[in-house]
């Protein structure tokens, strides 16, 4: 099983005064891998300040250079101490019209500049209602695969992210989303073997730091990505002890 993950998703909050106690208050947590990934102007001010968290970014473009205006490259993230770049998280797709293939060309720019992608899957409620969880997410998926190939899936880390559990204060139960976890194991075994079987699958949705725990108690959820929770330290860092404990 991969070694625990937490992620913070800050979204586009923040501000140079406001992030300092927010940085300031993050530390490492025994056992878990804990990152956060911050609005692009903020990784620089993130970088200076945080100490045994790794840093992340929310989205990144699939070019690496040239005429692209307002774009910022994975070698760019790269560059300012970034390990991790979130894509196709499902604001990104419903708000500002990403498909699943650009999902891809973003994970494999990624994966290109050693940054490793968070590559985000989930159904909206109808999906869920008209018993289509399974076929959505295989089709997320396999489309990320076409474009980076199966052996890069060993260091891709997957988040569910049911979009009905997105900042509505109803996240899954841990046996819906073990469930779920459990088929995105089995598709990464079949399509990647033993390596990418053993790679990271987060859930997202609603974690708090009370439901943390019997989330992170699952066998196939190796941690989250906590969107909201995420601004406020006291409750980010419960979220990261619950999954030292897991
Ligand atoms: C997210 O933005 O990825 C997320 C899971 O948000 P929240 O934790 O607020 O539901």
């Not at 923040?14 to 878990?32: F, K, M, R, T, Y």
């Amino acid at each position: 099983m991969a070694q625990k993950r937490v992620v913070g998703n800050w979204k586009l909050n923040g501000s140079l005064a406001a992030n300092e106690a927010l940085l300031g208050a993050l530390g490492a947590v025994a056992g878990v891998d804990v990152a956060v990934c911050v609005p692009f102007p903020y990784l620089a001010q993130a970088a200076a300040r945080l100490r045994g968290v790794a840093l992340g970014a929310q989205t990144v473009s699939e070019f690496q250079s040239g005429a692209y205006t307002g774009e910022v490259s994975a070698e760019m993230l790269a560059d300012l101490g970034c390990r991790y770049a979130i894509v196709g998280h499902s604001e990104r797709r419903t708000l500002f019209g990403e498909d699943d293939a650009t999902v891809g060309r973003k994970a494999a720019a990624a994966l290109r500049a050693g940054l490793m992608p968070i590559v985000c899957v989930g159904e909206s409620l109808a999906e869920r209602e008209a018993g289509r969880v399974a076929e959505v997410i295989g089709r997320q998926l396999d489309t990320v695969l076409a474009v980076i190939g199966a052996p890069a899936l060993a260091r891709v880390t997957v988040a569910y992210e049911p979009v009905w559990a997105i900042g509505t204060g109803r996240a899954a139960s841990a046996q819906e989303a073990q469930a779920v976890h459990a088929g995105i194991r089995r598709w990464l075994g079949e399509r990647g073997g033993a390596a990418a079987a053993a790679a990271c699958v987060l859930y997202g949705g609603s974690v708090k730091a009370d439901n943390a725990a019997s989330l992170f108690a699952m066998p196939d959820i190796d941690g989250g990505l906590i969107g909201g929770a995420s601004l406020a330290a006291r409750d980010f860092m419960s979220i990261c002890q619950a999954a030292n404990g897991a």
